[in-house]
Every structure is written in C-alpha cells, then in structure tokens.
C-alpha cells in the first residue's frame, strides 16, 4: 500500500500536500526524492548528441519555447498572478495547459507564490529573494523544498473556484508527459512519411522538450534572481528589482522587472515604446481578434511617478 501510495504521489500533488501538512517541515527542507526528475531533465541534454540535428528539430525547438515562454509571461504571470487582462474561460484554459508543459507546476501554485512574492518582496519572507538568501536558492533552490511545495489557495481563491484549473494544479505532471508523448509520435509520423525531414520521435522530444524546457526553466529564473541583483532602477520601490534589457529579450519583457515592481498590475512591462516586451505585443494582437479585453496598461501619470 505504501508503494502503490508513493507513486501515485508523483502524479497526485493532493498526496503529497497531505503528507507535509501532517508534520512539522524546516522552511529549508529538501524533497531530495523529487529533484530527481530535475536534475535528471538537465542531464537528458546529453541525448541531443545521440538524437542529431535536423532542421525540423531546430524550428520544433523554438516554436515550444517561445510559445511556453508566453503561456508563462503571458498567463500564469500578468493573468493569473496580476488579472492585468480579461479573457474567456476556454482561453484561460487552454493556456493553462500550456504553461503546465513548461513544468513549472499548476497556475494556482504558480501565481499563489507569485502574489506572495509581491507582498513581502526581498524581505526574510519573500520565499525566493536574493538579497535576503543566495543567488542559488532564489534561482533553483526554493522551489525544491516541502514548504514550497504546497499551493497557498488563500492567495489564490478566485482562480480556486475553477475545478479545472484545480484539476491541471493537482496532477500538472501529467500534462508534460502526454506533451511529451505527443512530440514522440509526431516526431515518428514524420520520419516515416517525410524522411526528407530527417526526424525523429526521439529527436522531438530531445530538442522540443529536454532543451527547450531546461532554457526555459533558467530565463524564467533568472527574473527571481538576476533581476534582482543586475541592472538598473528606474523607481524607487522597495525592493532590489531592476531592468536588465538581456533578460527582456530573452523572457519576452519580464527583464523590465523594475518597471513591473513600480506597477504590477500593467500588462505592459517595457513601459516606453524603446523597452521590447514581446509577451505584450502578442496580447495586443490578441485583443484587437477578441480573445482577450480590457488590457491593464500603466498611465502616463504612474509610469512618470517615483522615479530614482
């Protein structure tokens, strides 16, 4: 029975909540157990040297990490954890979905820990700050312990009212791994019906998954830590954010991290038309088609207030 119960542990979040709920947990303490996957992950890089390089896997590659990266900036970011925008609930779903193949965890999880983030932002209880711990901690290490683990539902209570974005939240590993499943038969269906492709199910899955992921997984990091350590400030907040354009582009305009600090509610993070924000000119294009509406977006007066 205790077997059986531990590995459906690995699918069912709600067994393993149970468990750390029942006893007392150091905020520091490490579920060595579940950082096997991630570290394994990274190691499965090495596959890109047996699996080979074709073109198809080179566009696979960036099709799913832009189009991940969005469902993170776009929806478990500036939706989820701001409302900075309105949408359907479908859509809502639907990028749900997708951020969850990104193996970030559920959207509840993600934005709970976000607004918390936000309320005590580099003090002794912000979960992931760099000022206050190690550059390695709020980069890699926070997210690995029992303590931050569980889904604080009290941040998130609108969104709880959902079943389905509670369903995603409480069983998020299965969605990478039916992404991955997928990529492997389309990853076939090509090699056998367009060799000329030069394909491959394992392919796919090295260069659309197990490489996209891992980079994916460090850009989005990297606005916990670097951008709290390296750039520059705009506005006096009361925390350590700064812009850093490198982590702009490559996060599709999270880099403006002072910005978002001075005025998280703005679905627009490059607050001038020089600050390239990528995540924000995608929901543009999406509202003028209808599928979102009522873009937050910060006002002349806000974005000209506090400055250093």
Known sequence: ??????????????????????????????DWLRVIPYIGLHIAIISLFFVGYSHTALIVFIILYALRMFAITGFY????SHKSFRTSRPMQFIFAVLGASAVQRGPLWWAAHH???????????????????????????????????????????????FPELKLIDRFDLIVPIIFCVGLFIMGELLGNFYPELATSGWQLVSWGFVLST??????????????????????KTKD????????????FGEGWHNNHHHYPGSARQGFYWWEIDITY???????????????RTVSPTVRESNKA
């Open 77 to 80: 970011h500036r939706y989820f």
């Open 240 to 251: 350590g954010s700064k812009n850093n354009f490198i982590l702009a582009l490559l996060t």
């Open 281 to 295: 000119y995608i929901l543009k294009l999406m509202s003028y088609i209808g599928l979102i509406w009522d873009l």
């Open 115 to 161: 607004r918390k983030h936000h309320v005590h932002s580099d003090t002794e209880h912000d979960h992931h700050s760099p000022m206050t711990k190690s550059f390695f901690w709020s980069h890699t290490g926070w997210f690995l312990t029992k303590e931050n683990f569980l889904t604080e539902i009290k941040w998130v209570k609108e969104l709880a009212r």
């Open 1 to 30: 029975m205790k077997l059986l119960n531990f590995f459906f542990s690995w699918f069912d979040n709600r067994i393993k909540e149970r468990e750390y709920q029942s006893k007392k947990i150091n905020t520091q303490d490490i």
């Open 214 to 235: 891992v980079i994916l997984y460090h850009s989005t990091f990297l606005i916990n830590s670097a951008s709290h350590l390296w750039g520059k400030r705009r506005y």
